[in-house]
T-cell receptor, first 115, second 115 residues
Framework: AQSVTQPDIHITVSEGASLELRCNYSYGATPYLFWYVQSPGQGLQLLLKYFSGDTLVQGIKGFEAEFKRSQSSFNLRKPSVHWSDAAEYFCAVGKIKAAGNKLTFGGGTRVLVKP | GAVVSQHPSWVICKSGTSVKIECRSLDFQATTMFWYRQFPKQSLMLMATSNEGSKATYEQGVEKDKFLINHASLTLSTLTVTSAHPEDSSFYIC???????????FGEGSRLTVL
């Protein structure tokens, strides 16, 4: 069975500083990896995804993530955070590249941004 | 991107009553939708896979008689919490996939409070 671990429950970062959120997955085959962001009381918005090809993927809002198969990781980064980046971030893994893709989510990382 | 909408956004009900939550794909057809449950400050737990025109597939530990799912059309899935109890209070989120991208689009979520 697939699983996702986000080791950091909370991260506090100063506005303008860089941010890196860790994600480790466990899945025997080729994973389809996603990062979603959730603002309080809201649904999830897709930041970026990885299916194949270039292991460094660019997403919305200035985020990027790097897939490292050898480390089973898919860490999310942003060079300079804005106060509006304060939110909950979820890493997820799916099995198939189709509409019926059942995702497994990590526990989430809450990001707090200090002024 | 594709839009998924949930209604209501929040609902308060008395213990013992039933509550229906709707999930609509506004600009695409969804043969498969997913229902998740999210407790405060926790991750999303998949409850069931909703299949258009057939029975839903429930995850282990989810009571299918308590959480009734109906996917009567390609744009609408409903989750009915029957005989609700305070422990059913939670944030319920639906999602749907488009085409062969493997990407899921999420609704805004519905917060249920059972008194």
């Amino acid at each position: 069975a697939q699983s996702v671990t986000q080791p950091d429950i909370h991260i506090t970062v100063s506005e303008g500083a860089s941010l890196e959120l860790r994600c480790n997955y466990s899945y025997g085959a080729t994973p389809y990896l996603f990062w979603y962001v959730q603002s309080p009381g809201q649904g999830l918005q897709l930041l970026l995804k990885y299916f194949s090809g270039d292991t460094l993927v660019q997403g919305i809002k200035g985020f990027e993530a790097e897939f490292k198969r050898s480390q089973s990781s898919f860490n999310l980064r942003k060079p300079s955070v804005h106060w509006s980046d304060a939110a909950e971030y979820f890493c997820a893994v799916g099995k198939i590249k189709a509409a019926g893709n059942k995702l497994t989510f990590g526990g989430g990382t809450r990001v707090l941004v200090k002024p | 991107g594709a839009v998924v909408s949930q209604h209501p956004s929040w609902v308060i009900c008395k213990s013992g009553t039933s509550v229906k939550i709707e999930c609509r794909s506004l600009d695409f057809q969804a043969t498969t939708m997913f229902w998740y449950r999210q407790f405060p400050k926790q991750s999303l737990m998949l409850m069931a896979t909703s299949n258009e025109g057939s029975k839903a597939t429930y995850e282990q530990g989810v009571e299918k008689d308590k959480f009734l799912i109906n996917h009567a059309s390609l744009t609408l899935s409903t989750l009915t919490v029957t005989s609700a109890h305070p422990e059913d209070s939670s944030f319920y989120i639906c999602s749907a996939g488009v085409g062969n991208t493997g990407e899921l689009f999420f609704g805004e979520g519905s917060r249920l409070t059972v008194l």
